[in-house]
Nanobody
Framework: QVQLVESGGGLVQAGGSLRLSCAAS????????MGWFRQAPGKEREFVAA????????FSADSVKGRFTISRDNAKNTVYLQMNSLKFEDTAVYYC????????????????WGQGTQVTVSS
């Protein structure tokens, strides 16, 4: 019923910034938490960041802490991922996800997923 659509991906030079957006549609959207995951070629899908919808409490992976910031806009049913100081290692397909259960860095807990948006960081 809920559809998530990511946007904002693209090509950026190392050290640059990019902001990803994830818009929810299809029904009244009120998840427990939303998160971002990413997957590089040949690697497992990994947790990036998550935000609890009600309190805006955020969590992020150590690899992006201090560089990436997750936020939300209730009026637009949208979650954002502001990515600064991008590194080549950040290159991946980024997926938006939502869960009605608990905020944890485990992909299987999330109920809804977007199609992904490619982020490529050049050295």
């Amino acid at each position: 019923q809920v559809q998530l659509v990511e946007s904002g991906g693209g090509l950026v030079q190392a050290g640059g910034s990019l902001r990803l957006s994830c818009a929810a549609s299809g029904r009244t959207f009120s998840p427990y938490a939303m998160g971002w995951f990413r997957q590089a070629p040949g690697k497992e899908r990994e947790f990036v960041a998550a935000i609890k919808w009600s309190t805006r409490t955020t969590f992020s992976a150590d690899s992006v802490k201090g560089r990436f910031t997750i936020s939300r806009d209730n009026a637009k049913n949208t979650v954002y991922l502001q990515m600064n100081s991008l590194k080549f290692e950040d290159t991946a397909v980024y997926y938006c996800a939502a869960t009605n259960r608990i905020i944890v860095p485990v992909a299987t807990i999330y109920d809804y997923w977007g199609q992904g948006t490619q982020v490529t960081v050049s050295s």
